[in-house]
């Protein structure tokens, strides 16, 4: 058994796994669109009617029958800050 990368090839699909942060859990369906997935993918999120950037990096991909599955992982240094709940002035 080789522990090779998955291969995908142009307008193939991949699925993405986040872990970490506020889209710890989700799970998204991606377009090749270079045979390749993304390094890094960042994630627009709406809180309290703001728009937050959200960087997930690290990406380990593995293949799962006929299906690509590329996981990563949430970077809070280099994401936008998001505000913890106790300290939000919420009236």
Known sequence: ???????LTRGDEYIVFYSGGPYDGQ???R?????KWETEITVIAAFDGKETQLDYISPIAKQV???????????PKDSDP??????????
Do not use: C, K, L
């Open 65 to 75: 029958g006929r299906q690509v599955q590329v996981h990563y992982t949430w970077d």
């Open 82 to 91: 998001i505000e913890a709940v106790e300290e939000r002035n919420d009236d």
């Open 31 to 35: 377009i090749s669109t270079d045979g």
């Open 1 to 7: 058994m080789t522990d090779s990368a998955p291969a």
């Open 27 to 29: 799970s998204d369906t």
